[in-house]
């Protein structure tokens, strides 16, 4: 048996996989390095949390260990592990912004082939609840909206910003109030805040989607049974999992790690879209 490889976790409270994306990365990551042969020790923690994190890494190098993976999400996190010092192998696993690294699967394909289905339909006004801005996938869901947005010259009625749970959602489209809402299109971060948008427009007398589409971005195992069933982009999570073990085995092994091909993203229709209303 090969020595353990360590994964680094995270989760906003000591109940790890709160979000289905970095819960999938983590379970995929899980995935590959059982199927080479290597034992995973899953690290949870705090990721706004400088003491918790650093305290992960304390933990971590106080084990003999054949490599390290942070799958971090947060910039706290991907900070604190960009100084950190190990002696093993270590893959940092983060989405990287879109302004920094180039145009991203999500920018090029995903959002674009949303705003497209939606602008098919008649919508010409949009509202984007997005994720915490200290998260990087958050601000390129947010530019990717924007972007293609801007590219069919369409219209913004802004941001709101929740932290991906369906309160959030809820609270952020009550905040706006029935009489306020011009949008036509609510296009959410992800499903959980979709999930909440759509509840406070029931509440608010707006039918989904006679008065407003709403969208979102995962496809949660539960998505496919929200009420209307929720139109949303699918992401391979678990691909992003096994990329980063790839390439820490290659480091490990000293064999290198074949490219992987980014996953694509997928639109998903379902029943929370329809015809703007006019």
């Known amino acids: 048996m090969h020595a353990p490889v360590t994964i680094a976790a995270r989760a906003p409270s000591l109940s790890a996989f709160h979000q289905f994306g970095p819960s999938e990365v983590v379970l995929g ?6 199927e080479a042969g290597y034992v995973l020790d899953i690290v949870t923690l705090d990721m706004e949390s400088t003491e918790s ?3 992960a890494l304390d933990l971590l190098r106080q084990h003999d260990l054949a490599g390290v993976i942070a799958l971090s999400s ?5 900070h604190a592990f960009e100084e950190a010092q190990f002696n093993v192998p ?9 302004t920094v690294q180039g145009r ?6 995903g959002f674009p082939a949303l705003i497209a289905h939606l602008a098919d339909l008649g919508h010409r006004t949009f509202l984007h609840l997005a994720g915490p801005p200290t998260w990087s996938a958050a601000r390129n869901r947010t530019r990717a909206f924007q972007a293609a947005v801007e590219a069919r010259g369409l219209r913004s009625e802004g941001v709101l910003h929740g932290d991906w749970s369906a309160r959030s959602g809820y609270a952020a489209v009550r905040e706006i109030g029935g009489a306020g809402f011009a949008a036509t299109a609510v296009v959410a971060a992800n499903d959980q805040m979709a999930l909440g948008a759509m509840l406070a427009l ?3 007398g707006l039918d989904v989607p006679g008065d407003v589409s709403v ?7 539960e998505a496919a049974y929200f009420c209307p069933p929720l139109t949303m982009l699918r992401f391979n999570f678990a691909e992003q999992g096994r990329s980063a073990v790839a390439a820490l085995l290659g480091q490990i092994e000293e064999a290198g790690s074949a490219e992987r091909a980014a996953a694509r993203p997928e639109l998903v229709i379902r029943r929370s879209t329809a015809q703007a209303r006019t």
């Open 74 to 78: 947060t910039d706290e996190m991907t």
């Open 104 to 109: 991203s699967e999500l920018s090029a394909v």
């Open 215 to 221: 969208t979102g971005v995962d496809d949660i195992p």
């Open 202 to 204: 029931r509440e608010l």
């Open 53 to 55: 994190i650093a305290g």
């Open 29 to 34: 990551a899980s995935a590959a390095a059982r």
């Open 90 to 98: 270590v893959v940092l696993s983060t989405e990287p912004d879109d």
